[in-house]
Protein backbone atom coordinates (compact mmCIF):
# COMPACT_ATOMS: atom_id res chain seq x y z
CA UNK A 1 0.00 0.00 0.00
CA UNK A 2 2.50 2.34 1.22
CA UNK A 3 4.86 1.41 -2.15
CA UNK A 4 1.43 2.63 -4.18
CA UNK A 5 0.88 5.27 -2.75
CA UNK A 6 4.61 6.56 -3.27
CA UNK A 7 4.41 5.70 -6.59
CA UNK A 8 1.23 7.74 -7.33
CA UNK A 9 2.79 10.36 -5.36
CA UNK A 10 5.93 10.36 -8.05
CA UNK A 11 3.42 10.19 -10.91
CA UNK A 12 1.44 13.24 -9.35
CA UNK A 13 4.92 15.11 -9.32
CA UNK A 14 6.19 14.49 -12.84
CA UNK A 15 2.87 15.46 -13.84
CA UNK A 16 2.52 18.79 -12.00
CA UNK A 17 6.06 19.58 -13.25
CA UNK A 18 5.38 18.81 -16.78
CA UNK A 19 1.94 21.42 -16.36
CA UNK A 20 4.35 23.69 -14.81
CA UNK A 21 6.85 23.95 -17.24
CA UNK A 22 4.06 23.78 -20.01
CA UNK A 23 2.47 26.64 -18.58
CA UNK A 24 6.09 28.92 -18.46
CA UNK A 25 6.60 28.17 -21.78
CA UNK A 26 2.79 29.72 -22.62
CA UNK A 27 3.57 32.85 -20.42
CA UNK A 28 6.78 33.03 -22.36
CA UNK A 29 5.44 32.89 -25.62
CA UNK A 30 2.42 34.78 -24.84
CA UNK A 31 4.94 37.68 -23.51
CA UNK A 32 7.05 37.28 -26.36
CA UNK A 33 4.10 38.02 -28.42
CA UNK A 34 3.58 41.36 -27.07
CA UNK A 35 7.32 42.26 -27.43
CA UNK A 36 7.66 43.74 -31.09
CA UNK A 37 11.14 43.36 -31.13
CA UNK A 38 11.62 39.66 -29.59
CA UNK A 39 8.98 38.76 -32.10
CA UNK A 40 11.21 40.22 -34.71
CA UNK A 41 14.16 38.24 -33.36
CA UNK A 42 11.97 34.74 -33.21
CA UNK A 43 10.62 35.31 -36.30
CA UNK A 44 14.56 35.87 -38.40
CA UNK A 45 15.22 32.53 -36.47
CA UNK A 46 13.03 30.93 -38.88
CA UNK A 47 14.14 30.87 -42.60
CA UNK A 48 11.78 30.90 -44.88
CA UNK A 49 11.99 28.91 -48.03
CA UNK A 50 13.10 31.63 -50.77
CA UNK A 51 14.53 35.21 -49.53
CA UNK A 52 16.66 38.31 -50.86
CA UNK A 53 19.98 38.87 -48.88
CA UNK A 54 23.10 40.01 -50.51
CA UNK A 55 26.07 41.39 -48.35
CA UNK A 56 29.75 42.48 -47.28
CA UNK A 57 31.69 39.42 -46.81
CA UNK A 58 34.74 40.65 -46.66
CA UNK A 59 37.49 43.51 -46.44
CA UNK A 60 40.67 42.05 -48.19
CA UNK A 61 42.00 45.52 -48.65
CA UNK A 62 43.65 47.76 -46.83
CA UNK A 63 45.01 45.84 -43.73
CA UNK A 64 43.91 47.47 -40.12
CA UNK A 65 47.32 48.68 -39.44
CA UNK A 66 49.43 50.42 -42.92
CA UNK A 67 52.11 52.58 -43.66
CA UNK A 68 51.42 55.97 -45.56
CA UNK A 69 51.14 55.45 -49.29
CA UNK A 70 48.67 54.00 -52.12
CA UNK A 71 46.33 50.69 -51.16
CA UNK A 72 44.18 49.05 -53.33
CA UNK A 73 40.24 48.48 -51.76
CA UNK A 74 39.36 45.20 -52.18
CA UNK A 75 35.75 43.75 -51.10
CA UNK A 76 34.24 41.00 -51.93
CA UNK A 77 30.38 40.68 -51.23
CA UNK A 78 28.17 37.68 -51.70
CA UNK A 79 24.57 36.83 -52.00
CA UNK A 80 23.01 35.32 -49.38
CA UNK A 81 19.55 34.71 -50.32
CA UNK A 82 17.74 32.09 -52.88
CA UNK A 83 17.56 34.22 -56.27
CA UNK A 84 19.73 35.67 -58.27
CA UNK A 85 20.28 39.44 -57.57
CA UNK A 86 21.27 41.99 -60.95
CA UNK A 87 22.56 45.45 -61.37
CA UNK A 88 23.56 46.34 -57.81
CA UNK A 89 25.85 48.95 -57.16
CA UNK A 90 28.53 48.74 -54.13
CA UNK A 91 29.45 52.33 -52.15
CA UNK A 92 32.99 53.08 -50.85
CA UNK A 93 33.42 56.39 -48.25
CA UNK A 94 37.09 56.98 -46.49
CA UNK A 95 37.37 59.57 -43.94
CA UNK A 96 40.15 60.56 -42.28
CA UNK A 97 39.90 61.33 -38.71
CA UNK A 98 43.20 63.66 -38.21
CA UNK A 99 42.35 67.30 -39.24
CA UNK A 100 38.81 67.00 -37.88
CA UNK A 101 39.04 63.51 -35.12
CA UNK A 102 35.12 64.23 -33.98
CA UNK A 103 33.07 64.53 -38.00
CA UNK A 104 35.74 63.71 -39.99
CA UNK A 105 36.78 64.65 -43.44
CA UNK A 106 35.87 62.42 -46.26
CA UNK A 107 38.69 61.66 -48.14
CA UNK A 108 38.01 59.14 -50.73
CA UNK A 109 34.52 58.30 -52.84
CA UNK A 110 33.81 55.13 -55.43
CA UNK A 111 31.44 52.76 -56.74
CA UNK A 112 30.80 50.03 -58.22
CA UNK A 113 27.59 49.62 -60.52
CA UNK A 114 25.99 46.66 -62.33
CA UNK A 115 27.19 44.03 -59.72
CA UNK A 116 25.43 40.73 -60.62
CA UNK A 117 25.42 38.13 -57.85
CA UNK A 118 24.02 34.97 -60.52
CA UNK A 119 24.89 32.28 -57.73
CA UNK A 120 22.08 31.87 -55.04
CA UNK A 121 22.95 30.72 -51.64
CA UNK A 122 26.93 31.66 -51.30
CA UNK A 123 27.66 33.22 -54.27
CA UNK A 124 30.82 35.48 -54.16
CA UNK A 125 32.16 38.25 -56.17
CA UNK A 126 35.41 40.22 -55.42
CA UNK A 127 34.88 44.20 -56.05
CA UNK A 128 38.26 45.84 -56.55
CA UNK A 129 37.81 50.09 -56.48
CA UNK A 130 40.17 52.63 -56.97
CA UNK A 131 43.19 52.53 -55.37
CA UNK A 132 43.33 55.59 -52.35
CA UNK A 133 46.22 57.40 -51.20
CA UNK A 134 46.51 57.30 -47.00
CA UNK A 135 49.29 60.46 -47.13
CA UNK A 136 49.39 61.06 -43.25
CA UNK A 137 49.74 59.18 -39.85
CA UNK A 138 46.48 58.81 -38.41
CA UNK A 139 42.97 57.15 -38.33
CA UNK A 140 40.86 56.97 -40.98
CA UNK A 141 36.97 54.83 -41.64
CA UNK A 142 36.68 52.51 -44.42
CA UNK A 143 32.71 52.44 -45.05
CA UNK A 144 31.12 50.39 -46.95
CA UNK A 145 27.11 49.89 -48.30
CA UNK A 146 25.63 47.04 -50.90
CA UNK A 147 22.01 48.31 -50.57
CA UNK A 148 19.16 45.98 -52.22
CA UNK A 149 15.88 47.26 -51.65
CA UNK A 150 13.95 44.49 -51.37
CA UNK A 151 16.54 42.52 -48.52
CA UNK A 152 15.13 40.42 -46.00
CA UNK A 153 17.80 40.69 -44.76
CA UNK A 154 19.42 44.02 -44.57
CA UNK A 155 21.76 43.44 -41.16
CA UNK A 156 24.76 42.80 -43.14
CA UNK A 157 24.81 45.00 -46.28
CA UNK A 158 27.36 47.68 -44.36
CA UNK A 159 31.09 47.10 -43.14
CA UNK A 160 33.09 49.65 -41.42
CA UNK A 161 36.83 49.06 -41.21
CA UNK A 162 38.92 51.69 -38.57
CA UNK A 163 41.98 51.81 -39.73
CA UNK A 164 45.50 53.09 -38.07
CA UNK A 165 48.36 54.81 -40.71
CA UNK A 166 51.68 54.75 -39.05
CA UNK A 167 55.23 55.24 -40.61
CA UNK A 168 56.50 55.92 -37.11
CA UNK A 169 59.57 53.61 -35.58
CA UNK A 170 58.96 52.32 -32.12
CA UNK A 171 61.40 53.07 -30.01
CA UNK A 172 62.30 52.31 -26.45
Known sequence: MKKTVLVIGIIFLLIGASVVSSMNIVE???SNENNTKDNDIFNKSIMPDSFHDVGIK???SPKVYIQPGTQSIDVIVENNGTFPEYGLTCYVEIW????D???GSLVYEDNITDIDLEEPVG???MLNFKDCTFAYE???CLYIDLPLEIDDFPENNHKELV???DDTKPYS
Open 123 to 125: GTK
Open 163 to 165: IGV
Open 138 to 140: GIY
Open 28 to 30: TIQ
Open 58 to 60: NIT
Open 101 to 103: PIN
Open 96 to 99: EYIT
